[in-house]
């Protein structure tokens, strides 16, 4: 059974840094590609970023390109996300997530691309 576990949420001021951390456990980590969403109160759940297997290759929503920073340890079975520059509207919870094939590439950006979910952790930026 395929298990993601977010942490590293928290309080940080607006232009502040924080990053988020997700392991997995499961199956071999490092076939998949790993996904990072986001969901603030009353808003549907949105794409923020993705990365391949190897790592060497993301993809980034625009509204968070050039502040936040995807990447991945495949000997600890973890991916980061260094948000940096943060923003109130960055305030969400911020889940990782996994797709079931490993056929799945880093430009699916829709939930339904993805099967395995976390719990999510709390960002929350204070202005």
């Known amino acids: 059974q395929v298990t993601l576990v977010e942490s590293g949420g928290g309080l940080v001021q607006a232009g502040g840094s924080l990053s988020v951390s997700c392991a997995a456990s499961?199956?071999?980590?490092?076939?998949?590609?790993m996904g990072w969403f986001r969901q603030a109160s009353g808003k549907e759940r949105e794409f923020v970023a993705a990365?391949?297997?190897?790592?060497?290759?993301?993809s980034y929503a625009d509204s968070v390109k050039g502040r936040f920073t995807i990447s991945r340890d495949n000997a600890k079975n973890t991916v980061y996300l260094q948000m940096k520059g943060l923003k109130p509207e960055d305030t969400a919870v911020y889940y990782c997530?996994?797709?079931?094939?490993?056929?799945?590439?880093?430009?699916?950006?829709?939930?339904?691309?993805?099967?395995?979910w976390g719990q999510g952790t709390q960002v929350t930026v204070s202005s």
């Open positions: 499961g199956r071999t980590f490092s076939s998949y590609i």
């Open positions: 990365i391949n297997w190897s790592g060497y290759r993301s």
């Open positions: 997530a996994s797709p079931q094939s490993s056929n799945t590439n880093i430009d699916s950006r829709r939930e339904t691309d993805y099967y395995y």
